[in-house]
């Protein structure tokens, strides 16, 4: 059974920093694509950042310059470094996986709560 488990969300001040991780089992995700989403409450799940199997990296407008996405490849873990959080950022964060050529994600984390107090 194929899972993925995000960990390290919690309660921030506004320009703190939280470092979550994802970590997948069940399957080898050997040419994956991994990537980050969110969503707070009443609104849309929204992209943030994908990395490749061979760690080239895209990010969404809203979270340039303040996150950083990351793979262990090994560990069958990536990470999502946030620096600069902003109440804004209050959201269920989720880690997904999908093939590298693929359009659509198969597996879908759980998610971690991620609050940012002003």
């Known amino acids: 059974q194929v899972q993925l488990v995000e960990s390290g969300g919690g309660l921030v001040q506004a320009g703190g920093s939280l470092r979550l991780s994802c970590a997948a089992s069940?399957?080898?995700?050997?040419?994956?694509?991994w990537g980050w989403f969110r969503q707070a409450p009443g609104q849309e799940r929204e992209f943030l950042a994908h990395i490749t199997w061979s760690g080239g990296w895209t990010y969404a407008h809203s979270v340039k310059g303040r996150f950083t996405i990351s793979r262990d490849n090994a560990k069958n873990t990536m990470y999502l470094q946030m620096n600069g959080l902003k109440p804004e950022d209050t959201a269920v964060y989720y880690c997904a996986a999908r093939p590298g050529g693929a359009v659509e994600y198969d597996y879908w984390g759980q998610g971690t709560q991620v609050t940012v107090s002003s």
């Open positions: 069940g399957r080898t995700f050997i040419g994956y694509t």
